[in-house]
């Protein structure tokens, strides 16, 4: 089993940054492709960025440029710095781990409830 325990969400003005820590438990063997996604009220999730086990990162066209995934091996946690937010950037944020859905590039495409593991997220309010 994984456990995904997702941090570092808060209120910001437009243009703030945050960084979200994504803690990973458990079994680390199905944190291969990792993932950050968002749900804002009454949307579907979307996927954000993706990073793979070989450090290889794909992102939304929303997030290019201003988002950046990254990990940490050794401390078995996932990373999304967020720069320049907006007021639509507001949302509900949440990882992803699993084991065998190929490049960072591939993962993207897979929605939310096609990955085997979830945090509970992490809530980001950006205001005008």
């Known amino acids: 089993q994984v456990q995904l325990r997702e941090s570092g969400g808060g209120s910001v003005q437009t243009g703030g940054f945050l960084r979200l820590s994504c803690a990973v438990s458990g079994s680390t063997a199905v944190t291969d492709c990792m993932a950050w996604f968002r749900q804002a009220p009454g949307k579907e999730p979307e996927g954000v960025a993706t990073i793979d086990s070989d450090s290889n990162t794909a992102y939304a066209e929303f997030a290019k440029g201003r988002f950046t995934i990254s990990k940490d091996n050794a401390k078995n946690t996932l990373y999304l710095q967020m720069n320049s937010l907006k007021p639509e950037d507001t949302a509900v944020y949440y990882c992803?781990?699993?084991?065998?859905?190929?490049?960072?590039?591939?993962?993207?495409?897979?929605?939310?409830?096609?990955?085997?593991?979830r945090g509970q997220g992490t809530q980001v309010t950006v205001s005008s």
């Open positions: 992803a781990a699993d084991s065998s859905l190929g490049t960072a590039i591939q993962a993207l495409g897979v929605p939310s409830r096609g990955w085997g593991f």
